[in-house]
């Protein structure tokens, strides 16, 4: 090599050398990342903006100015922990840097910590007493939102939900990142049986937090209120995980267990025909949960059926009624309610029913119970045989005989000759009726039709004309014999000379 080239090399490596050893404006760098930072907060971007102040801080790590440009941009995407991290940090790099301190407050306010944000506002104040006007909203805030929290507690106290939820959607609006309000408000909605509004809530705090206790519970609480005994139990467990001291998750597995057995043992009386030990330990199970209505529908669902089992409709269907009031589609109690109407004889109220069920359900069957009703609504409008004759619908023909004998003697018009005109006309009209209830009802054809709800009045009913007289001749006999005496009055008005005015026509 010539002693010109290495003389070339050596002037290059003393460049280089030179180039290293140059002093960075380390300050002046930071700052123009800040600027950038700054520019990119000015067009709303805030995620660059974070990126070029967290730069900024990289390079600079003591200067406070950038801790508080970073927690403003991150208070913009509602990050207000991450802001509050950095407004702390500004502060504490400089003390008397207000607008740390000032972005402070407005963290704690939003968060929901109103003892820190008062706390740092008298910070403040005791440093800064002369620029009260700078903090008078926050003031504001703090004193507005511990009003709306002793309102919720009230309210809540009172089961007031729907008022906790209007109050804390006002507290959301001063704190939108405070996650007991949030807590607070689903589980409201939970208990106003918004289940899908809580559940959207619950799995917001989720997002952010999978170990958010009040979030697991809220829907633990859906669950055991549409329910779903086993999936809330397991929810709750899972409170008590995260948070071993969550007191309301601890009664809940208490009411969830309590809820279970109690139902269980009821069912298990009921089964085995130990029909008030039932009553008494489904009773019982109500008590556990008012708050609960899916479960407690099928509670009163389950009474009714004991005392439809103990033939005792009127009650079953105020339980019915009890629990169609908690559960409006529920549709297994509206079917026992109308069987209870059926048996009340209130059949209009059971084809309203019928045709309500009809509507939720549409199906063969819904319509085949409609039809029923409808079918037995108008039999209810004909003339009760089995009642006019004093029997039960089982009656057996033997037991027909006998009850009609009865009722015949009864009101024989001849027993009621020496009454008001009043009387003899009812004791005839009855007697009628006598004689006409006994012909269909010992009729195996017309029984048939008549327990069918067909008119036994149509054409092809096949009209007759009966002397009552006749049917009452026929058991007691006629001319001479003990029974002579009876009919020696004969009917009012030659009745027993087949007076038209006392034959009837039917079917």
């Known amino acids: 090599m010539t002693e010109n ?27 123009d990342e800040k600027n950038t930072g700054n520019n990119f907060y000015k067009q709303k971007d805030y995620f660059k903006a974070i990126k070029f102040y967290t730069n900024a801080i990289n390079l600079m790590p003591e200067k406070a100015a950038y801790y508080g440009n970073r927690a403003a941009a991150y208070m913009m995407i509602s990050n207000f922990s ?7 940090k500004s502060v504490e790099k400089d003390p008397n840097f207000f607008k740390g301190g000032l972005r402070m407050i407005k963290c704690y306010i939003a968060l929901g910590n109103l003892t820190a944000a008062s706390r740092a506002l008298q910070d403040l104040k005791s440093r800064d007493p ?42 959301l609006e001063m704190a939108p990142a405070c996650v007991n309000y949030k807590t607070k408000r689903a ?29 697991l519970y809220v829907k633990g609480l859906c669950l055991f209120y549409q329910d779903h005994l086993d999936k809330a139990r397991q929810h709750f467990l899972q409170v008590l995980r995260v948070d071993p001291d969550h007191s309301k998750a601890r009664l809940a597995v208490k009411d969830v267990k309590e809820l279970e057995s109690t139902k269980q043992k009821g069912n298990a009386a009921f089964t085995s025909g130990n029909n008030e030990e039932a009553l008494k330990l489904y009773r019982a199970a109500l008590l556990i949960c008012p708050n609960n209505k899916l479960t407690n529908a099928k509670l009163h669902a389950n009474i009714a059926a004991v005392y439809m089992k103990l033939r005792n409709y009127e009650e079953a269907a105020k339980e019915c009624t009890a629990a169609v009031k908690l559960d409006e589609g529920y549709i297994k109690a509206y079917a026992r309610r109308i069987v209870c109407y059926q048996e009340l004889d209130q059949h209009e109220e059971a084809v309203r029913d019928a045709e309500k069920l009809h509507k939720m359900e549409h199906s063969r069957e819904s ?12 039999m209810s409008k004909r003339k009760d045989y089995y009642k006019i004759l004093g029997c039960s619908k089982s009656a057996t023909e033997e037991e027909i005989k006998k009850a009609y004998k009865r009722a015949a003697l009864k009101h024989h018009p001849d027993r009621h000759s020496h009454g008001t005109d009043e009387e003899r006309a009812a004791a005839e009209k009855q007697f009628k009726e006598i004689g006409e209830a006994y012909s269909v009802l010992s009729d195996p054809n017309k029984k048939m ?10 054409p092809h009913g096949g009209m007759h004309d009966v002397d009552p007289t006749q049917i009452f001749q026929t058991f007691f006999g006629g ?5 002579q005496q009876f009919f020696n009055g004969g009917f009012p008005h030659g009745g027993r000379g087949g007076n038209p005015g006392f034959t009837f026509s039917f079917g």
Request: proline share 2%.
């Open 449 to 458: 039709r008549y327990d069918n709800g067909e008119d036994l009045d149509d």
């Open 367 to 378: 319509k085949q119970r409609l039809r029923d009703a409808n079918i037995k609504l108008k």
């Open 5 to 31: 080239g290495q003389q070339n090399m050596s002037e290059e490596d003393d460049f280089m050398d030179t180039q290293e050893q140059l002093p960075r404006d380390i300050e002046k760098e930071a700052e």
């Open 187 to 215: 589980e409201c909605l939970a208990l106003l049986g918004r289940y899908n509004e809580a559940q959207e809530a619950a799995n917001e705090m989720l997002r952010a937090n999978n170990l958010n206790a009040g979030a």
């Open 82 to 88: 991450s802001a509050l991290d950095d407004s702390l």
């Open 130 to 171: 002369n620029n009260s006007s700078s903090y008078a909203s926050e003031t504001t805030n703090i004193n507005r939102l511990k009003d709306l929290e002793i309102s919720a507690d009230k309210d809540m106290n009172n089961n007031d939900y729907r008022r906790v939820v209007y109050v804390m959607d006002r507290a």
């Open 479 to 483: 001319g001479g014999g003990p029974h």
